[in-house]
């Protein structure tokens, strides 16, 4: 092993050992771009410090868990997984996320209402509730996608996947879509010719 100072290795500041720069997390604040105690000391005190806080607050302290190398439990799901099924967090004391890849993409999806609409995914729920569990255009289809007027963001209803896309192909035009009814409805919207060249649809 080559010894700290020289480009893959460093110092812990903690255990005094010279280790290589893979087991720091990173640092952006420090020159090198590393902490400056490694991951194995950032994680104990990362544990102690937990323990200290749920006794002060007289809370149970969960054990730590028979962990296999090579594996991680997960505090969302309480399963432990091979570190293939966790994403990568380079400032983490261990290099991997707090959440397994399948707790994160089920967070993802919870907060993505948040995000896109302004509303909780308990708003939506009560949203598609308020509806009877159907879209609000076709009343057949089971309501499913969220609807907001792109100008002001507000949100609509819920809508089934097909409705949705058609608001979208119209361009949330409201005189477009009455024309569109009314031309299914057999009444045509046919242009009149009122000078060479030039047309105009009725009113």
Known sequence: ??????????????????????????????????QVDCRKC?????????????EALGKPVREKADVPVG???????????????????ATASDGLSTRCNACRAERGR???????????EAERDELIASQRGLCCICLSAPAAHVDHCHKTGRVRGVLCFSCNAALGQFKDRPDAIRRAAAYVEGNAWKPTLVAPGVYQLPS
């Open 1 to 34: 092993m080559e010894l700290a100072g020289e480009p893959d290795a460093k110092r812990c500041r903690k255990c005094k050992r010279d280790l290589p720069v893979a087991a720091f997390a990173r640092d952006k604040n420090r020159r090198d771009g590393l």
């Open 42 to 54: 950032v994680a104990e005190y990362s544990a102690a410090h937990y323990r200290r806080r749920r």
């Open 71 to 89: 594996h991680k439990l997960c505090r969302a799901c309480g399963e432990v997984k091979p570190h293939g099924e966790w994403h990568r967090n």
């Open 110 to 120: 919870q907060d993505h209402p948040k995000r896109q609409y302004g509303i909780t």
